[in-house]
Nanobody
Framework: QVQLVESGGGLVQPGGSLRLSCAAV????????MGWYRRAPGKERELVAA???????RYADSVKGRFTISRDNTKNTVYLQMNSLKPEDTAVYYC????????????WGQGTQVTVSS
C-alpha cells in the first residue's frame, strides 16, 4: 500500500510562484510514473504534468513553459515548480503514482489547494 503526502499549496498573486512536493511512502514498484492532476471548480480533473521513473516528462498545453515537474527517486518524491501563475491555475492539485503491470494501479494524495488571486 502506498501513501502520498503532499505539501506546498497556498495563496499567491498572479505572476507568482509555488512549489508543490509529494512524497510516496510504502511499498513502491521501481518502475512508475508520478504526476500532478488538478480539479478546478466546476471542471473535470485534468493532468497537469507527469514524469516517469526514467525521467520522461509530459505537460498539459496550458502549463508548458511555466511549470516544471521533477523527481528524486532516492526519496520517492515528485515536485512541481509553478511559475507565472494565472488565476485559471486555481484548483485543488492531486499527486498521483501509477504503476502499470498487467493492471493499472493508481494511488492518490489528499489534494492541496492552490489559489491564484490578487
Amino acid at each position: 500500500q502506498v501513501q502520498l503526502v503532499e505539501s506546498g499549496g497556498g495563496l499567491v498573486q498572479p505572476g507568482g510562484s509555488l512549489r508543490l512536493s509529494c512524497a510516496a511512502v510504502g511499498s513502491i514498484f521501481s518502475s512508475n510514473t508520478m504526476g500532478w492532476y488538478r480539479r478546478a471548480p466546476g471542471k473535470e480533473r485534468e493532468l497537469v504534468a507527469a514524469i516517469s521513473s526514467g525521467g520522461s516528462t509530459r505537460y498539459a498545453d496550458s502549463v508548458k513553459g511555466r511549470f516544471t515537474i521533477s523527481r528524486d527517486n532516492t526519496k520517492n518524491t515528485v515536485y512541481l515548480q509553478m511559475n507565472s501563475l494565472k488565476p485559471e491555475d486555481t484548483a485543488v492539485y492531486y499527486c498521483n503514482l501509477r504503476v502499470i503491470t498487467t493492471n493499472v494501479y493508481d494511488s492518490w494524495g489528499q489534494g492541496t489547494q492552490v489559489t491564484v488571486s490578487s
